[in-house]
């Protein structure tokens, strides 16, 4: 019985190993890669040149330098950080614009930030100062803690002025120290975007207590937002366009004091027209307000608003 059952076990692996050898394993092979199907254009298609627009970005791409390895780079920057703090009238925009085109934004944003942040550095006023012309708003946040060291609190507050959002901007008036730092975040305030900035900007110079330096803050503007106070005389709130009128005056000048007389003969706003004249310095301006002195219609009008301000805002 064990013998019949040893025969028949050596005889089915005698089987199955002429069956393997008989079928040998499959090896599995990768099938040969799929052609990509070709882009057929339309019959219609007619190829056309660039529009000059579109030649003179290709040009500017093709001439675009390749971007420096790490070392060369970081060599470049610090020769234009080590250029700015040691050369006086160095335009830290140009050195900014030359080291985006060789670097990269992205590589001298973060260089530029640990240099600023590190009060060793000798380089470090001028990283402050560079990043006002390459940083975003997130890197006037990243500055405001400089505020807190006077070593570098008025580059920092300089580059935040210029890098920072009009509601931070608004939040940092509170924590200015003095009326110069007043001055500058009025300023860049106005010039971030004059018409969101109009309504505060008017509250301060309502207030006596601040109405002095926010009417300086607009000596510091190459370009005062005249338009936009000229369409402050037509507010709702009767404070708010005396407070537009005190501005105006406060700039005066021709293109103004034209502006105001084009108002009251066309009977526009005359009442605060006339108080911007009255509160100006120039001489067309005195001419404006003599004549309407001597116009029956306009002269009740003057001598109403006069009322409403103080001796010393009147005199000359």
């Known amino acids: 019985m064990a013998a019949t059952v040893l025969i028949a076990g050596t005889t ?44 003179l970005a290709i040009r500017k791409e093709l001439a675009r330098p390749p971007l420096l390895a790490a070392k060369q780079g970081q060599a470049a920057i610090d020769d234009a950080l080590q250029q700015l703090a040691r050369q006086a009238g160095t335009d830290p925009a140009a050195l900014a614009a030359d080291l985006q085109r060789r670097v990269g934004s ?5 260089n530029l930030r640990k240099r600023a942040e590190s009060a060793n550095d000798p380089a470090q006023s001028a990283a402050i100062r560079m990043l006002a012309f390459v940083g975003t708003e997130d890197s006037a946040t990243f500055l405001v803690p400089l505020l807190r060291q006077p070593r570098t609190r008025q580059d920092a507050l300089t580059s935040i002025c210029r890098l920072a959002s009009l509601p931070m901007l608004w939040r940092l008036l509170p924590a200015a120290r003095d009326d110069a730092e007043r001055r500058q975040l009025i300023a860049a305030a106005l010039q971030r975007d004059p018409a969101a900035a109009m309504g505060d900007y008017l509250r301060l110079v309502e207030d006596p207590r601040t109405r002095a330096v926010a009417l300086d803050a607009l000596d510091q503007m190459n370009h005062p937002p005249v338009q936009q106070l000229i369409a402050a005389l037509n507010t709702s709130r009767v404070t708010d366009r005396l407070s537009a ?6 700039i005066d000048g021709p293109y103004t004091t034209a502006q105001l007389v084009s108002r009251i003969q066309n009977n526009v706003n005359r009442r605060e027209a006339l108080a911007a004249l009255l509160l100006s310095r120039g001489n067309q301006a005195r001419i404006a307000v003599a004549e309407a002195r001597q116009n029956s219609a306009l002269a009740p009008i003057l001598a109403a608003v006069q009322s409403e301000f103080t001796t010393s805002e009147l005199e000359p």
């Open 106 to 110: 992205a590589a001298l944003i973060a």
């Open 245 to 250: 009128a005190r501005a105006l005056g406060h």
């Open 12 to 55: 089915a692996a005698i089987l199955l190993s002429r069956q393997h050898a008989s079928h040998p394993p499959i090896i599995a092979v990768a099938e040969p890669p799929q052609e990509t199907a070709a882009i057929v254009l339309p019959a219609s298609f007619v190829p056309r040149s660039p529009t000059p627009l579109e030649a």
